[in-house]
């Protein structure tokens, strides 16, 4: 009698749910909603969750909402749509993001409203194209010190040989040379802590703190090292070449106490998607002999005899070798963030639906740069395809939105691509590698950022 109370119990509890749940709105979507009330479709997303997006593209059409854990995620993947995904009036970064920023850098919802827009402006405005010109002569100083390091020769993990670079390298880059850990144990410590912190990022942005206790005791020591950057960035207003960093002009934005957190967030972002994509970059090019032989060949005859220990590379040098250019932006389409998000805040039209406001809107560049419209052999690596876009004048191919679009597009993005023309470039012409393993496939269980390996990828190196 009782497991038939219990069953009953539960058959009125789903029917209620979905009565009470179920989409009254003609105009909505489909909606994939699971069976089980609030948790909806979380755990099969979860699991994979861009797999998850490409079956249900193929299930319901090309735009779907996925109830999960309360949220609906409603999914646009036609192209012809992602001009209103990025410009409409209708829907908004900010109120996308507050939360995740608050779970991940503990910044109060007003702060985060009064100052984004700010910070925004001024991590846009320092850097364009032309400031960023600026910082490749410190940033190839930083990047020789770091890679000579790695002595003659040895085997390790590729992504951690990129860590153990780009974190410092582009930490004394941007945030000023005093920031960057000086010593072998705290550039490890660095690594340690950021490395826990980046990768468990994606939870962190949706659970409390006290579900993840190593990520937020990460959390918590990487905000302690910001305390101390922000206190030295106050007291000296200029560095020692008398330019300001990107954290000396942050706290004469940043006037409340979530000053260093915004700090934090700003490491988070200058790193986080750049070093997996450097990652990829030399392992694309590693493991195809033709394309390694053409990216060599550039690359030795626009440095042809400099010193290979300390290499000095400067802008003319990068321009002397577009196909190495072609590798990275390749590198980059081919694993370009999961999802970027908007919240409508007002009814949306997309195709022949009203999406309702409270919706998550979400677009994958992951997937949008496997459209054969605009990709054809969308899974190759061809560095090839990108001879057609003007990338001297900064235009991208079509179809192509691994930084996102419209306001809140990637303020970083010319960093990034002269940051990794720069160090790929640079590491091939100083060592000799051998690849141990073969390039591993993306791992499917992230949305946020650039795509991470799903399995070890070691190297040999030696120096030239
Ligand atoms: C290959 C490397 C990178 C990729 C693929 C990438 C991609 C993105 C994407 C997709 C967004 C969200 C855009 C949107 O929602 O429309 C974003 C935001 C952002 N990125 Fe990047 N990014 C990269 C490197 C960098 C670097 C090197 C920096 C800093 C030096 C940076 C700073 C930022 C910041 C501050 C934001 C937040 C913008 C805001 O709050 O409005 N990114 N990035």
New binding site residues.
């Given amino acids: 009698m009782d497991w038939i109370t219990l069953i009953l119990s539960v058959i009125v509890v789903v029917i209620s749910f979905h009565l009470i749940f179920a989409e009254n709105n003609p105009y909505a979507p489909p909606c994939i909603r699971g069976w089980i009330p609030w948790f909806g479709a979380a755990f099969e997303f979860g699991k994979a969750p861009l797999y998850f997006i490409a079956q249900a593209r193929a299930k319901y059409g090309p735009v779907f909402t996925v109830y999960a854990a309360g949220k609906r995620l409603t999914f646009v993947t036609l192209h012809e749509d992602f001009r209103t995904f990025?410009m409409s009036k209708d829907v908004d970064?900010e109120q996308a993001?507050q939360e995740p920023v608050y779970n991940t850098a503990s910044i109060s919802k007003g702060s985060f409203y009064k100052f984004?827009p700010a910070?925004?402006a001024l991590?846009k405005g320092r850097?364009t194209p032309g400031n960023t010109a600026l910082l490749v002569s410190d940033l190839c100083e930083e990047f020789n010190q770091h890679l000579e390091l790695l002595g003659d020769r040895g085997s390790q993990q590729l992504n951690e040989l990129v860590r153990s670079v780009m974190y410092p390298a582009?930490i004394s880059n941007?945030l000023g040379k005093c920031n960057a850990p000086g010593t072998p144990l705290s550039r490890q410590e660095f690594k340690k802590k950021f490395t826990i912190y980046d990768e468990g990022f994606e939870y962190g942005s949706q659970l409390p703190d006290i579900f993840l206790k190593e990520w937020a005791s990460s959390k918590q020591w990487l905000l302690s090292l910001l305390v101390n950057m922000v206190n030295k960035a106050e007291e000296n207003t200029y560095n020692e070449s008398g330019s300001k960093t990107?954290l000396q002009h942050l706290v004469t934005t940043i006037t409340d106490k979530f000053l260093p957190n915004y700090g934090l967030?700003?490491l988070w972002?200058?790193?986080?998607?750049?070093i997996p994509?450097t990652f990829w970059a030399l392992a694309f090019i590693l493991s195809n002999p033709t394309i390694y032989e053409t990216a060599m060949g550039q690359i030795t005859s626009a440095l042809k005899d400099k010193d290979k220990q300390k290499t000095h590379l400067s802008l003319d040098n990068l321009q002397q070798m577009p196909y190495v250019k072609w590798c990275i932006m390749e590198a980059?389409r081919l694993r370009?963030?999961g999802a970027?998000?908007?919240r409508v805040v007002r009814p949306l039209r997309l195709q022949n639906y009203i999406i309702p406001p409270g919706d998550m809107l979400m677009m994958s560049?992951y997937w949008a740069h496997r459209n054969t419209k605009y990709f054809p052999e969308p899974e190759e690596f061809k560095p090839e395809r990108w001879e057609k876009a003007d990338l001297v004048k900064n235009v991208f191919l079509d179809g192509f939105?691994?930084?996102?679009?419209?306001?809140?597009?990637?303020?970083?993005?010319w960093?990034?691509?002269m940051?990794?023309h720069m160090f790929v470039a640079l590491i091939l012409y100083k060592y000799e590698f051998t690849l141990l393993d073969p390039v591993p496939n993306p791992s499917p269980l992230h949305l946020v950022?650039?795509q991470q390996p799903e399995g070890p990828c070691s190297v040999q190196y030696r120096h030239r």
């Fill in positions: 990025f970064f993001v984004h910070c925004n991590i850097l582009v941007l990107l967030l700003m972002a200058s790193l986080a998607n750049a994509i980059i370009a963030p970027v998000t908007r560049p939105v691994a930084f996102g679009g419209g306001k809140n597009q990637c303020p970083g993005r960093y990034a691509i940051e990794l950022g650039t």
